[in-house]
């Protein structure tokens, strides 16, 4: 079992950066698929980027070529690097942790979950 904790979020104007970190407690940090989804009030939540066990990574489109993700096995961490950030991009991000997922896009395959952390982007 693994707990992760968000920090790193808060508001900026667009065109910005930000940089989220999900710090994780427990064993076997290292077997874990990570993946960073967000939710928009009123919207769904929608699967961001995702890292594997071996640091391939993988983007949704909309943030491809715009955010960064990460992970120090070491320390247990998970990073999202977000830079030219939009308006679009404002919703609460989840950091979510995996032992096995056929699709890293889907959140059921996830099954522990930070808190959440607000990003929130002005125009």
């Known amino acids: 079992q693994v707990q992760l904790v968000e920090s790193g979020g808060g508001s900026v104007q667009s065109g910005g950066s930000l940089s989220l970190s999900c710090a994780a407690f427990?064993?076997?940090?290292?077997?874990?698929?990570l993946g960073w989804f967000r939710q928009a009030p009123g919207k769904e939540r929608e699967w961001v980027s995702s890292?594997?066990?071996?640091?391939?990574?993988s983007y949704a489109d909309f943030v491809k070529g715009r955010f960064t993700v990460s992970r120090d096995n070491a320390k247990s961490t998970l990073y999202l690097q977000m830079n030219y950030l939009k308006p679009d991009d404002t919703a609460m991000y989840y950091c979510?942790?995996?032992?096995?997922?056929?699709?890293?896009?889907?959140?059921?395959?996830?099954?522990?979950w930070g808190q959440g952390i607000q990003v929130t982007v002005s125009s």
């Open positions: 979510a942790a995996g032992l096995y997922a056929a699709d890293l896009t889907l959140a059921i395959e996830y099954n522990y």
């Open positions: 890292i594997d066990t071996d640091g391939r990574t």
């Open positions: 427990g064993n076997g940090y290292n077997r874990y698929y």
